[in-house]
């Protein structure tokens, strides 16, 4: 709520507008993440198995909490959200957290041969960090007061 809210108020025309599509994307993958994270918690704790809690932080962090903030990022940021660079990070990231996240799973529960993999997929993940990092720093300099002029 608060999000919205503040998007609204950042707006001169009085309609609120559309969430950008890239921001809707995201919210989206990171409820699955969200759920995904929920389940491997619950498989944890009725099994009292608990060598994958890292793949649970990094489902949840990676997945839902990170990708919460981008969808945030660009919902009150929409000058940054129809660039290319956001639609090509969107991808790169999300294909790389959904590598790394099932490859670290099953290293954490025994398989080793997935080292290899869950190590390109960090570095996936990585360059997608840094890409939001580079839509932060090119992101237009105005600032947005929500004041209309008086009448």
């Given at each position: 709520?608060?999000?919205?809210?503040?998007?609204f108020t950042?707006?001169s025309s009085?309609?609120?507008?559309a969430?950008?599509?890239?921001?809707?994307?995201?919210?989206r993958?990171?409820v699955?993440f969200?759920?995904v994270?929920?389940l491997?918690?619950l498989?944890?704790?009725?099994s009292?198995?608990?060598q994958?809690v890292?793949a649970?932080?990094h489902?949840n962090?990676?997945?839902w909490v990170t990708?919460?903030?981008f969808?945030?990022?660009h919902a009150?940021?929409p000058?940054?959200?129809?660039?290319?660079?956001?639609?090509?990070?969107?991808?790169?990231?999300?294909?790389?957290?959904?590598?790394?996240?099932?490859s670290?799973?099953?290293?954490?529960?025994?398989?080793?041969?997935?080292e290899?993999i869950?190590a390109?997929?960090s570095?996936i993940?990585?360059v997608?960090?840094?890409?939001?990092?580079?839509?932060v720093l090119?992101?237009?300099k105005?600032?947005h007061?929500?004041?209309?002029?008086?009448?």
């Open positions: 709520m608060y999000f919205r809210v503040l998007y950042c707006t009085g309609e609120e507008p969430m950008p599509a890239i921001s809707r994307m995201y919210f993958v990171a699955a969200l759920i994270g929920i491997v918690g498989h944890m704790s009725i009292q198995n608990h994958a890292g649970h932080a489902i962090l990676l997945g990708m919460s903030i969808g945030a990022y009150l940021n000058e940054t959200a129809e660039t290319r660079l956001a639609k090509l990070q969107f991808y790169v990231y999300t294909v790389g957290v959904i590598v790394m996240a099932p670290l799973y099953l290293l954490l529960t025994g398989s080793p041969a997935m290899p869950v390109i997929a570095i993940v990585f997608g960090v840094l890409m939001f990092g580079a839509i090119r992101a237009p105005k600032v007061t929500g004041l209309q002029p008086a009448e």
